[in-house]
């Protein structure tokens, strides 16, 4: 420090002291941004999980600003979603406020108590219920599936209802539309038909297999 003619301290009161501002009122937070696109279900994918957006932005693109806690959406630099940020792949975190009417009605449901309603009906109504939430991406969107076709006891009665549903299980018809359709055409009237029995593999002719008529001689 001899060259400087000062000791460090001098030059820090003289130099940088002066140009010092104050620390941010908040933490510096890490964030990272990427591309996403709305589903039809309006959530966007984010590091395996899925984050709602407002719903007319299906299949618009909208861009994730992540940080440890948060996950925000923008679209066209706007800011249309955030959320607490979720470590739980293939899970759903979504805002009411993001629903479409139709599904706003329906959230107070949920599939254990769709599942109940449909076990009081018969065994078979629960099954359809099942497979219908099962295959649908999103809960919400199996709802109005599922208690549109409880309902449908109101009209045609429990039996019947049973009745279309077994069909509609062997069929794997799961659909409002189509168990609607079975009953108002009384095809819940006619013997269900048989599911098709899974393949274990295919049978082969061999001079040296016996098969079972072999034994009851």
Aim: proline share 6%; glycine share 6%; with cysteine.
């Amino acid at each position: 420090m001899r060259v400087y003619g000062a000791s460090r301290r001098e030059l820090f009161e003289r130099l940088d002291r002066p140009a010092l501002k104050a620390l941010p009122a908040e933490p510096f937070v890490y964030a990272e941004w990427k591309t996403a696109r709305l589903n039809i279900d309006y959530h966007a994918e984010i590091d395996h999980h899925y984050y709602s957006a407002p719903y007319p932005l299906v299949h618009e693109q909208v861009e994730a600003r992540m940080t440890a806690t948060t996950i925000e959406l923008f679209h066209k630099g706007e800011r249309v979603a955030s959320h607490v940020r979720s470590y739980v792949r293939g899970r759903h975190t979504t805002n009411p406020e993001h629903m479409p009417k139709s599904h706003r009605e329906h959230r107070d449901w949920s599939p254990s108590r769709i599942l109940h309603w449909a076990a009081t009906i018969g065994p078979k109504t629960r099954e359809l219920a099942e497979a219908i939430l099962a295959e649908r991406r999103h809960p919400e969107q199996g709802y109005r599936s599922c208690l549109g076709i409880l309902r449908l006891g109101k009209r045609y009665g429990n039996e019947r209802l049973e009745a279309a549903c077994a069909r509609a299980v062997a069929v794997r018809a799961r659909s409002y539309r189509h168990v609607e359709s079975m009953l108002k055409n009384g095809l819940d009237r006619l013997s269900a038909p048989e599911p098709e029995a899974p393949t274990t593999g295919t049978s082969v002719a061999h001079e040296n297999i016996r098969g079972g008529g072999y034994y009851d001689n």
